[in-house]
C-alpha cells in the first residue's frame, strides 16, 4: 500500500504565493513519476503538471510560467510551486503517483492523495 500526504494549501490573496508538498510513503519497490492535479467545483479534475523520476516536466498552458513542480527522490516528496495566484486557480489539489509495489513487478501502480483545498480570493 502507497499513501500519498498533501500539505501547504490554505488560503491566499490573488498575486500570492503557495507551496504544496506530497509525500509518500508505504511499502514500495520505486515512485515513477508523479503529479499534481486539481478540481474546481464543477469541473472535470485537470492536470496541472507532472515529474518524472529524472526530472522532466510537463504542465498545463494555463499554469506555465506560474507553477513550478519539482521532487526530491530521497524523500519520495513532490513540491508544486505556485506564484501569481488568480482565483481560477482555486481548487482542491491532488497528488498522484506511479509506483513499482515489488521489484518482481511489471505493473505499475497509480495512487492518489486525498487534496488539499487551495483557495484565491480578496
Same mark, same amino acid.
Given at each position: 500500500?502507497?499513501?500519498?500526504?498533501?500539505?501547504?494549501?490554505?488560503?491566499? /490573496?490573488?498575486?500570492? @504565493? *503557495?507551496?504544496?508538498?506530497? %509525500?509518500?510513503?508505504?511499502?514500495?519497490?520505486? =515512485? $515513477? +513519476? !508523479?503529479?499534481?492535479?486539481?478540481? %474546481?467545483?464543477?469541473? /472535470?479534475?485537470? *492536470?496541472?503538471? +507532472?515529474? +518524472? &523520476?529524472?526530472?522532466? &516536466?510537463?504542465?498545463? $498552458? $494555463?499554469?506555465?510560467?506560474?507553477? +513550478? =513542480?519539482?521532487?526530491?527522490? %530521497?524523500?519520495?516528496?513532490?513540491?508544486?510551486? !505556485?506564484? @501569481?495566484?488568480?482565483?481560477?486557480? &482555486?481548487?482542491?489539489?491532488?497528488?498522484?503517483?506511479?509506483?513499482?509495489?515489488?521489484?518482481? $513487478?511489471?505493473? =505499475?501502480?497509480?495512487?492518489?492523495?486525498?487534496? &488539499?483545498?487551495?483557495?484565491?480570493?480578496?
Amino acid at each position: 500500500q502507497v499513501q500519498l500526504e498533501e500539505s501547504g494549501g490554505g488560503l491566499v /490573496q490573488p498575486g500570492g @504565493s *503557495l507551496r504544496l508538498s506530497c %509525500a509518500a510513503s508505504g511499502e514500495f519497490f520505486r =515512485i $515513477d +513519476t !508523479m503529479g499534481w492535479y486539481r478540481q %474546481a467545483p464543477g469541473k /472535470q479534475r485537470e *492536470l496541472v503538471a +507532472t515529474i +518524472t &523520476t529524472g526530472g522532466s &516536466t510537463k504542465s498545463a $498552458d $494555463d499554469v506555465k510560467g506560474r507553477f +513550478t =513542480i519539482s521532487r526530491d527522490n %530521497a524523500k519520495n516528496t513532490v513540491y508544486l510551486q !505556485m506564484n @501569481s495566484l488568480n482565483p481560477e486557480d &482555486t481548487a482542491v489539489y491532488y497528488c498522484n503517483a506511479d509506483a513499482k509495489r515489488y521489484r518482481s $513487478d511489471w505493473i =505499475i501502480n497509480n495512487y492518489w492523495g486525498r487534496g &488539499t483545498q487551495v483557495t484565491v480570493s480578496s
